[in-house]
């Protein structure tokens, strides 16, 4: 049988902070998938309202469901809790999924990613990601997310993050690499960009679908939402002029040096001489920016990639 079979368990890693409005509505299209072999792996990060409670009673009916107490340190360190705690449970048999509590999964969400991912080397690390509707509170409206014109591969992960980690789905050698390579990592900027970098990094493919397969629910508690707004764009370059994207580069750095040995040769070389560039004189960050082959995938926001290099702030 291929992976899109009910054959293949996805583990569904979902974090989750005082969601209660709109958890449910996920937990039920976890139900209406047609891929049916999941797990559901949910981390109550503190929540002061019924989160908990929502999770505990759907965790006694007939699905797969662990209820974990999260860190309380935020999204990004949730979802990296998640995956220390599967990792704990090695071998572990089947593939990744990350989930955010208050989407919407249309049902072929699973057995559309496990497809694309059947058509690659089982032997090599795969990472599904797809579009998604972006929607209102009550999912009314939905408009496409933006495409990614431009292939995915590490030069661009280090840069920038096209995998939205509510659509990723990891194959099993995928899955192996970041359960080996998450119990090393202090701290990432978020789960879904370190994934995108680490896979690349180590040779991986990344499977881009223009399909969606969610309705991204947007409200005032989002912790990041959609970037496809003027208002958004403006936000992000405000963001990096003053040093957000030089900062979260330190961070990045710092996880895939703990992980090095995991990364191609190539792409250790790479990873080196992005951190060195960051420390060269203009003409030459410049020149060493150029060599390196880094992108982005607009001219809008490769032109914001070039004006960091030169304010410094990359």
């Known amino acids: 049988m291929g992976q899109g079979s009910d054959a293949t368990t996805v583990h569904i890693l979902m974090a989750v902070f005082n969601g209660a409005d709109h958890l449910q509505g996920q937990l039920d299209s976890f139900d209406a998938q047609t891929h049916s072999d999941w797990h559901l792996i949910a981390s109550d990060d503190g929540s002061q309202d019924d989160s908990t409670d929502i999770l505990r009673k759907y965790a006694q009916g007939e699905r797969?469901?662990?209820?974990?107490?999260?860190?309380?340190?935020?999204?990004?360190?949730?979802?990296?809790?998640?995956?220390?705690?599967?990792?704990?449970?090695?071998?572990?048999?089947?593939?990744?999924?990350?989930?955010?509590?208050?989407?919407?999964?249309?049902?072929?969400?699973?057995a559309r990613a496990l497809d694309?991912?059947?058509?690659?080397?089982?032997?090599?690390?795969?990472?599904?990601?797809?579009?998604?509707?972006?929607?209102?509170?009550?999912?009314?409206?939905?408009?496409?997310?933006?495409?990614?014109?431009?292939?995915?591969?590490?030069?661009?992960?280090?840069?920038?993050?096209?995998?939205?980690?509510?659509?990723i789905v990891l194959n099993r050698a995928a899955s192996?690499?970041?359960?080996?390579?998450?119990?090393?990592?202090?701290?990432?900027?978020?789960?879904?960009?370190?994934?995108?970098?680490?896979?690349?990094?180590?040779?991986?493919?990344?499977?881009?679908?223009?399909?969606?397969?969610?309705?991204?629910?947007?409200?005032?508690?989002?912790?990041?939402?959609?970037?496809?707004?003027?208002?958004?764009?403006?936000?992000?370059?405000?963001?990096?002029?003053?040093?957000?994207?030089?900062?979260?580069?330190?961070v990045n750095i710092a996880a895939l040096r703990a992980n090095e040995k995991l990364l191609s040769a190539d792409n250790r070389t790479v990873l080196q001489s992005f951190d060195r560039m960051r420390r060269l004189p203009l003409l030459r960050r410049l020149y060493t920016v150029q060599r390196l082959g880094l992108y982005r995938q607009t001219r809008a926001s490769t032109a914001a990639l070039w004006i960091a290099a030169v304010l410094r702030r990359i």
């Open 176 to 250: 192996a690499l970041v359960l080996k390579a998450a119990p090393h990592v202090d701290e990432v900027v978020v789960h879904d960009w370190w994934v995108y970098q680490l896979v690349t990094g180590a040779g991986g493919v990344v499977l881009h679908d223009d399909e969606p397969g969610l309705l991204y629910r947007q409200h005032d508690a989002n912790q990041i939402g959609a970037n496809d707004t003027t208002r958004a764009r403006l936000l992000r370059i405000a963001m990096l002029l003053r040093g957000d994207f030089r900062a979260w580069n330190d």
């Open 64 to 110: 797969a469901v662990d209820v974990l107490h999260g860190p309380c340190l935020g999204g990004a360190a949730n979802f990296m809790f998640l995956l220390r705690h599967l990792a704990t449970k090695q071998p572990v048999a089947g593939c990744i999924a990350f989930a955010d509590q208050d989407d919407k999964w249309l049902p072929h969400k699973l």
């Open 116 to 167: 694309h991912l059947e058509g690659t080397d089982p032997e090599r690390p795969a990472l599904y990601c797809s579009r998604s509707l972006i929607a209102g509170p009550d999912l009314s409206a939905p408009r496409l997310s933006a495409p990614r014109p431009k292939p995915p591969g590490f030069r661009n992960a280090l840069v920038q993050n096209i995998a939205g980690g509510n659509t």
